[in-house]
């Protein structure tokens, strides 16, 4: 038994080329292998883009990335109130101060008061505000190819050639929402 499990060692190595061989015999018999390059993706950041989320019973348009957005929209049911948030940082105020969100495409024009306010997350004081529901914000954001925010301090320019189907459930959802609301209140 002893001796045919040598024998097949015996064979095994002599296949493997490991015995009676130099190791500069060994390095003839082995096949080069080839190098793989690695090539390095570098991280790409998301592209910020217009988007329609459902969130909990609050239909929201937003303009950013998922981390991160610039501008948002969101009907409140309950209220019949249009909330929007811009987050492009503003200048020269405190948090708790009054300030307006200004937006402007083309000649048309809709302006939100609201509140400064910062958070935990973001260093930069940002804008709050609502306003009652109104369907001027759809003809704002079909009007031409950019939307301007303007805070106290800045001024953002954001693409809105590529709003159209986001911006179309976000109005169909609002609409049946201030539907509602009015019917409930009336």
Do not use: N
């Amino acid at each position: 038994m002893r001796l045919r499990s040598a024998a097949t060692a015996l064979a095994l190595a002599s296949i493997v080329g490991l015995i009676g061989a130099s190791d500069a015999e060994a390095k003839k018999r082995t096949r080069p292998v080839a190098k793989k390059t690695v090539v390095k993706k570098e991280a790409v950041a998301p592209k910020p883009a217009w988007r329609f989320v459902r969130q909990s019973s609050a239909p929201t348009l937003l303009y950013g990335t998922v981390d991160e957005f610039q501008i948002s929209f969101s009907c409140q049911p309950e209220s019949g109130l249009l909330r929007v948030i811009s987050q492009i940082g503003s200048r020269g105020v405190q948090p708790g101060d009054g300030a307006a969100i200004k937006l402007h495409s083309g000649k048309r024009k809709f302006e939100v008061a609201g509140t400064a306010f910062t958070t935990e997350a973001r260093k930069d004081i940002d804008i709050g505000g609502a306003t009652r529901f109104d369907p001027e914000l759809f003809v704002l954001l079909k009007g031409s190819e950019t939307l301007v925010i303007e805070v106290p301090g800045r001024k953002k320019s954001l693409p809105i050639s590529d709003v159209g189907p986001s911006a179309d459930a976000f109005q169909r959802a609002c609409s049946s929402i201030a539907g509602t609301a009015r019917s409930s209140a009336g």
